[in-house]
């Protein structure tokens, strides 16, 4: 499945960061109640991720899935593995902080906006789209490769 969008519950916070860190599309807010997450499922066409069966008794929720795994990580491979993602993983591809598209920048564009260390010290930079966060090698990038070499391992990927 290429498309797999996702709406995820207020208990899911951790996933809803892995699952954009790997590249899918993930809306997740500490203050989305019910009704918002089955409108926002009904509309966007995403499939429910939640930790509360009661959600998924709406007849309104078409897709939805209840995470049976408690630890972040494991969740995600829970997912990845029910809706058979493994192919479709994209990392650094999407902010973590927003769910926007983040791509390359050259240094040139950012560097006002960086702090002295940073500028100095590294060269490659990702800028999201939408709320324009800056990643870089080193910070995140650092842990988040590490996480991904560790999920690659872990799912079989090449
Ligand atoms: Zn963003």
Aim: proline content about 1%; overall charge negative.
């Amino acid at each position: 499945m290429d498309s797999a969008r996702f709406v995820l519950d207020v208990h899911l916070g951790k996933l809803a960061r892995l699952l954009r860190m790997t590249g899918f599309d993930t809306i997740y807010r500490n203050d989305l109640d019910d009704p918002e997450i089955i409108q926002i499922a009904e509309e966007e066409k995403r499939i429910v991720l939640t930790r509360d069966r009661g959600i998924l008794k709406n007849k309104r929720v078409e897709r939805g899935h209840f995470v049976e795994s408690t630890h972040a990580k494991d969740q995600l491979k829970e997912i990845i593995d029910v809706f058979g993602l493994k192919n479709s993983i994209r990392f650094l591809t999407r902010c973590i902080a927003c769910n926007g598209t983040i791509e390359e920048v050259n240094k040139e564009e950012i560097e006002n906006e960086l702090k002295p260390g940073t500028n100095q010290y590294f060269n490659e930079f990702f800028r999201c789209c939408d709320c324009e966060k800056v990643y870089w090698e080193g910070s995140h990038f650092n842990r988040m490769m590490s996480f991904y070499e560790e999920m690659k391992e872990e799912l079989g990927i090449n």
